[in-house]
């Protein structure tokens, strides 16, 4: 059981390039989550998705967007990346989504833009 | 939305001694109020969690307390060993989860 996983770890992107990070759970949860982390910031919600084909936006949406073919993917993609992105990425997910349920984390990508 | 403010940015503390973290909410309406631990180079872990229908909730040398009233809730640790070292972030939940900023915790030995 190897909970949450991300691939890759780390990336470096020039100005305007696309990508596309991948997070992936076996642990059958409905729910899953994209985080970025900022120094100062805590963690912010870019988008969720509530089941398999479902996406809605979070907080931070704007820039990226997500795909959910696969219940135990969630692919978090940027179009053409720009040095605000420069952070680093969570990926979450849990058996439910209303409140007073564990969110189990990934451990993070690291993504720069030059 | 939910606004989460945490303090102190930063703790220093001896190991054996305690650490306090406080965080307030905006929204009345949150109800799950949950801590995560994170580890340099890790994803956040949940180390504890209370509701709004409890005003404590312990686990070993870790508790947490609500005020639903004022809206603020802390962790606390007691007998701080050096492996408490890590960013503790706060969390409201209403719907999404609002994170606070973090607050990075050093015991030293």
């Known amino acids: 059981n190897a909970g949450v996983t991300q691939t890759p770890k780390f990336r470096v992107l020039k100005t305007g390039q696309s990508m596309t990070l991948l997070c992936a759970q076996d642990m059958n949860h409905e729910y899953m989550y994209w985080y970025r982390q900022d120094p100062g910031m805590g963690l912010r919600l870019i988008h969720y998705?509530?089941?398999?084909?479902?996406?809605a936006k979070g907080e931070v949406p704007d820039g990226y967007n997500v795909s959910r073919l696969k219940k135990q993917n969630f692919l978090l993609g940027l179009e053409s990346a720009a040095p605000s992105q420069t952070s680093v990425y969570f990926c979450?997910?849990?058996?439910?989504?209303?409140?007073?349920?564990?969110?189990?984390f990934g451990p993070g990508t690291r993504l720069t833009v030059t | 939305g939910e606004n989460v403010e945490q303090h102190p940015s930063t703790l220093s503390v001896q190991e054996g001694d305690s650490a306090v973290i406080k965080c307030t909410y905006s929204?009345?309406?949150?109800?799950?109020f949950p801590w995560y631990k994170q580890e340099l180079g890790k994803g956040p872990q949940l180390i504890i969690d209370?509701?709004?229908?409890?005003g404590e909730k312990k686990d070993q040398r870790i508790a947490v307390t609500l005020n639903k009233t004022a809206k603020h809730f802390s962790l606390h640790i007691t007998e701080t060993q050096p492996e408490d070292s890590a960013v503790y972030f706060c969390?409201?939940?209403?719907?999404?989860?609002?994170f606070g900023a973090g607050t990075r915790l050093t015991v030293k030995p």
């Open positions: 929204d009345s309406a949150s109800n799950y």
């Open positions: 209370i509701r709004s229908n409890v």
């Open positions: 969390a409201a939940t209403l719907g999404d989860m609002r």
């Open positions: 998705s509530v089941g398999e084909g479902t996406t």
């Open positions: 979450a997910s849990t058996g439910y989504g209303l409140p007073g349920y564990e969110q189990y």
